[in-house]
């Protein structure tokens, strides 16, 4: 299958995973003078397209005549990046898209047929190195009690506040019951350092994304749901929608719904250290199984494929 990737910045992950599933992958092709002949798809960013919709519109024009299929990926479901409203709004009239494939489902089929595309574990850089589950069922071989990596830059990225407020919140109301929790901006970390952080962490914390900045919760995972387990890693979340979807919540997620329901639950895993390693290790499990992006090229592979079958 040949497909053309239109994104402004490289989703190098996904790429990747297409191309070993053996897609020719094609970029930094001037479409606007060939035209998308011999293409199966073209993929394109949901936000950066919406943001210019003339050269969408543009580029459905040469995908109808070539019978390619257009796919808008978008991770940022529901902010979009901040895309304006009313271009959200033409986005959903005009329909440019054939396929709208996103994280999170609550748009369903809003912009065009809607397929179920969440983050996944980038697994040839966040797995075990070396480390073997059992290993990681030593709890004396743990340094932190709580970590959280991710953007903290509040100043840079006014979107992550409320995740900054809520850790300085947190880390005051642990520190009464003699838990320590580190926080790192991961901007400049390398992938290996971050790596060692969640394996000695008893409990990794998910909290707050960017894609919640317009004031309504995205039901999708962050990409660090998949990641941390991927690792070995305990994660404690904030309640997402889609956990349902992607793990058992009964073996396989632990999360929470505020300030005080998290405390508790901190203080309950790192009281019971061997429940919240069963709990990583059935997570992990989940995530080589179901949630790599191997997992997610077949989907994208199967929606074209299911598209060609029958038009689109």
């Known amino acids: 299958m040949r497909i053309f990737i239109d994104f402004r910045k490289p989703f190098v992950a996904l790429e990747q995973a297409l191309f070993v599933e053996g897609c020719e992958i094609v970029r930094d092709y001037n479409w606007e003078q060939f035209g998308l002949e011999g293409f199966d798809a073209c993929l394109v960013d949901f936000c950066d397209s919406a943001r210019h919709i003339k050269r ?14 257009l796919i808008g990926i978008d991770r940022d479901a529901p902010w979009h990046k ?10 959903s009239k005009l329909k440019l898209l054939d396929i709208y494939a996103s994280h999170s489902i609550q748009e369903s089929n809003r912009f065009a047929q809607s397929l ?5 574990a980038w697994i040839e850089k966040y797995h075990l190195y070396g480390r073997t589950l ?7 071989g743990y340094i932190y009690d709580v970590s959280f990596i991710g953007n903290i830059n509040a100043d840079r990225y006014p979107e992550h506040r409320k995740r900054l407020d809520f850790l300085n919140q947190l880390k005051a109301k642990l520190h009464v019951f003699g838990v320590n929790i580190a926080i790192f901006e991961s901007e400049n970390m390398k992938v290996k350092d971050q ?7 008893r409990i990794n914390l998910n909290y707050s994304a960017a894609a919640d900045n317009n004031g309504e919760i995205s039901w999708g995972l962050p990409e660090r749901c998949y990641g941390i387990p991927s690792c070995g890693g305990f994660l404690l979340s904030d309640r997402r929608q889609h956990a349902a979807l992607d793990f058992d919540l009964n073996t396989q997620w632990i999360d929470f719904g ?3 329901e998290c405390v ?3 203080r309950h895993y790192l009281s019971h250290f061997d429940q919240a390693r069963v709990v990583a290790e059935a997570a992990y499990n989940r995530v080589i ?3 790599t992006y191997s997992n997610r090229a077949r989907s994208l592979l199967n929606a074209i494929g299911a598209l060609e079958k029958h038009g689109i």
């Open 195 to 201: 790596v060692e952080i969640i394996q000695h962490s």
């Open 82 to 91: 901040g895309v304006k409203r009313h271009k959200l709004w033409l986005m």
């Open 264 to 266: 508790s639950k901190i």
């Open 56 to 69: 969408l519109w543009q580029m459905n024009r040469y995908s109808r005549k070539s019978g390619t299929i």
């Open 116 to 120: 179920y595309l969440p983050n996944a």
């Open 289 to 291: 199984s179901d949630h």
């Open 134 to 140: 059992e290993s990681l069922r030593y709890s004396g």
């Open 258 to 260: 505020d300030m005080d």
